[in-house]
């Protein structure tokens, strides 16, 4: 059997930049994946991904964001293609509601250039918006979207160039760690290694027992719609958004590549389920929640559906990542909360560092999986 330094189980999003960094490093890497690469039945497809500095989740985001921004223009050069398209962001919601607080938070703190727009500002500048008048918004220049496809391709293809394997449609049935090395069984075959990497999204904790109890996998629906006045939904004159309304909070991506204005709704219909037994169908329900807010928040977009599609979120209880040791020679990603992407390149650097040296010069306490009761760890590498 062949020894591997670093093996990674689930080539989508985190996995796929894990793979990445790890190879970048000159370590021998295997990425084994389940599906094709890329595929739509996880979490990292549908076209588009917002990325945002003014992050008001927790003010440890911002330095993480500031990474990921220098890695993904970084992938852009490698690649030779863009990844990301920079419009602006908007968060709007209540001035005393906690986003709105947090973004303001985070744009001072880190001293982000920003502007605060009432509601007929934001329209007199961006006319897509029309918000009532007792919401406000955050506009921050850097915001914008990554293309989550293209990314996991382009990360893949940078690690095989530095000498990885990746292996799909070849799932993970098992693997089994000690003080000697980790055995990784698939379908196809056994793998040794000496690190394992775990980045298997919403199948996580049916690959990691430690994190079954802390997370929950939940269905998700985007919709693309044909605007009924496209100019005002182009990436030149439409900043992506991150609004809370008084129906939920929603979120939204400029027509893009020939697509329609893109809107979806945090955790949209609450509905957990197995990764393995999702409705993949969309409904007339689907289409209600998303509609009406199109109609309060954006009655110019308010034209023909031309598609809509299921995708995962894995959620934790805080909503916070964990990203932590699962045993001497194991490391998991997961619980990305519906908020992940836009830190994969980052997260791939910090995968490769807690892999190849056993600690990241990242900050990530406050993704420690301890946090959680039922979360086990072993004792930490000596
Ligand atoms: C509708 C929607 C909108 C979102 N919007 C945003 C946004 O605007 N901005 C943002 O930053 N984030 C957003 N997110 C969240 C973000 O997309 C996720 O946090 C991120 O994609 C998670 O990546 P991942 O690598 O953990 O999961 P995935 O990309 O799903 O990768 C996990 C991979 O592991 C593979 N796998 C699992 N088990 C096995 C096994 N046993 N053997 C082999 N392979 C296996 C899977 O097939 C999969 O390919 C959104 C998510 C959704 C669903």
Redesign the pocket.
């Known amino acids: 059997m062949e020894l591997y330094d670093v093996v990674v189980?689930?080539?989508?999003?985190?996995?796929?930049?894990a793979l990445f960094h790890a190879a970048r490093c000159g370590a021998r890497v295997l990425g084994?994946?389940?599906?094709d690469?890329?595929?739509d039945?996880?979490?990292?497809?549908?076209q588009?991904?917002?990325?945002?500095l003014a992050y008001w989740e927790h003010p440890s985001y911002v330095p993480l964001l500031r990474r990921a921004y220098e890695l993904w223009h970084e992938l852009e050069h490698v690649a030779g293609r863009t990844l990301l398209v920079t419009t602006g962001s908007i968060d709007a919601g209540p001035a005393a509601s906690r986003p709105m607080r947090g973004a303001l938070e985070a744009c001072q703190r880190f001293d982000l250039a920003h502007e605060m727009l009432d509601a007929a500002a934001l329209r007199r500048r961006f006319p897509g918006y029309r918000l009532p008048r007792d919401l406000v918004a955050v506009f921050q220049p850097d915001g914008g979207?990554?293309l989550?496809e293209q990314c996991?391709l382009a990360h893949v293809h940078a690690a095989q160039a530095h000498g990885a394997t990746v292996q799909m449609q070849?799932?993970?049935?098992e693997w089994t760690a000690d003080a000697d090395g980790v055995v990784v069984r698939?379908t196809r075959g056994s793998y040794t290694t000496r690190r394992l990497v775990l980045?298997?999204?919403?199948?996580?904790g049916?690959?990691a027992g430690a994190l079954r109890p802390v997370v929950s996998v939940e269905r998700?629906?985007?919709m693309w719609v044909t605007p009924r006045v496209p100019e005002y939904f182009q990436v030149d004159r439409f900043p992506?958004f991150y609004l809370h309304g008084s129906e939920g909070s929603f979120?939204g991506?400029p027509m893009f590549d020939g697509r329609g204005f893109k809107i979806?709704k945090y955790h949209?219909r609450r509905q957990v389920v197995d990764?393995d037994a999702v409705e993949r169908v969309c409904d007339a329900e689907d289409e209600r929640v998303l509609r009406e807010a199109i109609r309060h928040y954006f009655p110019d977009a308010d034209g023909p559906a031309t598609s809509m599609?299921?995708?995962?979120?894995?959620n934790t209880a805080d909503e916070h990542?964990i990203i932590d040791r699962l045993e001497p020679r194991v490391v998991v990603?997961?619980g990305?909360?519906?908020?992940?992407?836009?830190?994969?390149s980052v997260?791939g650097e910090i995968l490769a560092e807690l892999a190849l040296d056993g600690a990241s010069r990242h900050d990530i306490s406050l993704f420690t999986g301890s946090r959680f009761k039922g979360f086990r760890t072993r004792n930490p590498e000596p």
Do not use: D, N
Not at 9 to 17: D, E, F, K, L, P
Not at 48 to 52: A, E, F, N, P, S
Not at 309 to 314: R, S
Not at 336 to 344: E, I, L
């Open positions: 189980i689930g080539v989508g999003g985190m996995g796929s930049a084994l994946e389940q599906f690469i890329p595929h039945r996880g979490s990292s497809h549908g588009t991904r917002v990325i945002r979207f990554v989550p996991v070849e799932p993970v049935v698939t980045t298997a999204g919403p199948w996580v049916k690959i998700q629906v985007v992506v979120y991506i979806g949209h990764p599609e299921t995708c995962l979120f894995t990542f990603a997961g990305f909360s519906g908020h992940g992407f836009k830190f994969c997260v």
